[in-house]
């Protein structure tokens, strides 16, 4: 079964930190470009990271520069999001994605069309950031 299996998400204060997992099956890792991308009910979805097959190149939307971390340990198929000095307009539902081939960072983040649909989309994992 091809599936992306998203976790970490959870309530913390603004400030604090967070570690999302997702976990990749059916099919064959190595070939896919992964991202992460928030989208709510009713609303855009918005690349926050990606990064690219081999880890060769990655990309952050501009609001999350410096605060989170994108890494993926392709022994594992598992992709990771370090979440650090969290603002309350990081909540939101994340989603773990998988893009086939050798698209880069930058273009599976910020050129894909908001209808596109990605080779593989995780179910999400929801973050609250709150007081």
Wanted: charged residues 20%; negative net charge.
């Amino acid at each position: 079964q091809v599936q992306l299996v998203e976790s970490g998400g959870g309530l913390v204060q603004p400030g604090g930190s967070l570690r999302l997992s997702c976990v990749g099956s059916g099919f064959s890792w190595d070939n896919y470009a992964m991202g992460w991308f928030r989208q709510d009910p009713g609303k855009e979805r918005v690349g926050v990271t990606c990064i690219s097959m081999k880890s060769r190149d990655s990309y952050y939307e501009d609001s999350v520069q410096g605060r989170f971390t994108i890494s993926r340990d392709d022994a594992k198929n598992t992709v990771y999001l370090q979440m650090n000095n969290l603002k309350p307009e990081d909540a939101g539902v994340y989603h773990c994605a998988a893009e086939v081939g050798q698209v880069t960072a930058q273009t599976m983040c910020r050129n894909a069309p908001q209808d596109f649909e990605f080779s593989v989309w995780g179910q999400g994992t929801q973050v609250t950031v709150s007081s």
